[in-house]
């Protein structure tokens, strides 16, 4: 019963920016820490940013601050917001969520969302 729908992934030329979406169903998604993820090709997944349930967010490292996560209760709904996008950047994204405590790491996350395709080409 608890599903994420993650969406918003497209093709985007360098430089530009992008909103990732993930709703949440089944439970509420402020109980939960969230995680986005991403999946290049040929790759590991490796984590972007998650946040607390308190709102703070932590971990990641692989957008280098051109990153931004959110979530708005009224809606059920994470956000990850990209920004200054390189042809790198180019993976599966993927929300995830986890029971806190949970460090911003793969292994510590058991529910995903389906993945949406990030592609930055010029």
């Known amino acids: 019963q608890l599903t994420l729908a993650d969406s918003g992934g497209g093709l985007v030329p360098p430089g530009g920016s992008l909103r990732l979406s993930c709703e949440a169903s089944?439970?509420?998604?402020?109980?939960?820490?969230i995680g986005w993820f991403r999946q290049p090709p040929g790759k590991a997944r490796e984590g972007v940013l998650c946040i607390h349930t308190n709102g703070t967010a932590y971990g990641g490292t692989s957008v280098k601050g051109r990153a931004y996560i959110s979530r708005r209760k009224t809606s059920n709904t994470a956000y990850l917001n990209m920004r200054n996008l390189r042809p790198e950047d180019t993976a599966i994204y993927y929300c995830a969520v986890s029971l806190p405590p949970a460090a911003c790491s793969v292994g510590d996350f058991s529910s995903w969302g389906q993945g949406t395709q990030v592609t930055v080409s010029s």
């Open positions: 089944g439970f509420t998604l402020a109980d939960y820490v």
